[in-house]
């Protein structure tokens, strides 16, 4: 069985850090996310979808995620419920991340874009991209070489 969810959107407002009785960290957040279709009206929608972090991911989405902010989350979905002071069993679907990445810098948001910066924070490994800098920044076309013949050795070929 499998319970991943990827979304990437932007935050309706600032992240709210709490800690537990027991001193865990936990940040809740709802992420906008666009439909990929137009509504009737001919509008873009979106879903606004709560977002939860524990323990050192809460703490770091508290310090560096602000409103309006881009932002990718992977995580799980999760279903709890509870009784109301009402007497009513309410239910709460929202994303449990477990990887969080920053997709602009504040910089971006103060300027109107510019470069962009990518920083990922998770439980356990991170997939970022951070191995060549130099492509990411001058978005350059490895492949722009004219069709000129690639010259790749039979050792380094993986197969």
């Not at 449990?96 to 490994?125: H, M, T």
């Not at 997939?127 to 070489?145: T, V």
């Amino acid at each position: 069985m499998l319970n991943r969810v990827i979304l990437i959107g932007r935050l309706t407002r600032d992240p709210e850090l709490r800690y537990t009785p027991t001193g865990v960290a936990v940040t809740q957040f709802t992420l906008a996310v666009d439909r990929p279709f137009v509504g009737q009206g001919g509008e873009r929608e979106a879903d606004f979808i709560p977002i939860v972090t524990w323990r050192q991911l809460a703490e770091t989405c508290a310090n560096y995620l602000r409103k309006g902010r881009l932002t990718a989350v992977e995580g799980r979905i999760q279903v709890r419920n509870y009784e109301n002071n009402e007497g009513r069993r309410v239910y709460v679907t929202e994303v449990i991340a477990d990887n969080v990445r920053f997709l602009e810098s504040n910089r971006d948001q103060s300027e109107g874009g510019g470069n962009r910066e990518e920083s990922s924070f998770g439980g356990g490994s991170s997939s970022g991209n951070r191995g060549n800098s130099n492509y990411s920044r001058n978005n350059q076309d490895p492949f722009s070489d004219e069709g000129k013949p690639i010259d790749i050795s039979d050792d380094d070929l993986p197969f």
